[in-house]
């Protein structure tokens, strides 16, 4: 199996990007009316950019991630904050090695892109996070935070641990 990860550039991508996602929305764990989840879903395609990961044999999309530079809070003048809005993997294809990868090319996106990202930040539902240990792991990296809010967990992890723990997971 041979991965590859394309940004959104092309109207085909973003057009791929949302069907997948659309198709794949209440697999999201988006605790929101689908109105909401859409602003989610599509917010990155207009201010930010998008990821997809396709499985070159089938040729089919397995994983989308669409994020922002800055955060709604901040205007979006807050460029060192990159804001993942949505990301998911298709069932099927849910492993370390794909996760991994993923996060690497986020990372060398956001390298590429917008040097100055400092912090990487998400939100899940409370539920996502007890049922998936990967998120514990990276509440634990040095100078990351996590909050609750409303069963909603609020995760910031400092891009230069980010990378470091992608050269140390297999």
Sequence with gaps: MSIQFRKCDLEMDY???????????TELNLPYPFAVKLSFIGSPLL?????????????????????????????????????????????????????????????????????SVRQIQFWLSAEQEAGEPLFAKLARLPGAERSVD???????????????YTRRIP
């Design 15 to 25: 057009e791929a990007y949302l069907r997948f996602l659309l198709r794949h929305h």
């Design 47 to 115: 201010m930010g950019k998008a990821l997809l990961a396709i499985d070159e044999d089938p040729y089919e999309i397995v994983a989308a991630i669409g994020f922002n530079y800055g955060t709604g809070a901040g205007g979006y003048e807050d460029r060192h904050i990159c804001q993942i809005e949505v990301a998911f993997i298709a069932v099927a294809y849910r492993r370390t090695s794909l996760f991994r990868q993923g996060l690497r090319a986020l990372l060398d996106t956001l390298r590429s892109d917008n040097p």
């Design 150 to 164: 409303n069963k909603l967990v609020f995760c910031s992890i400092p891009f230069r641990e980010l990378e470091r």
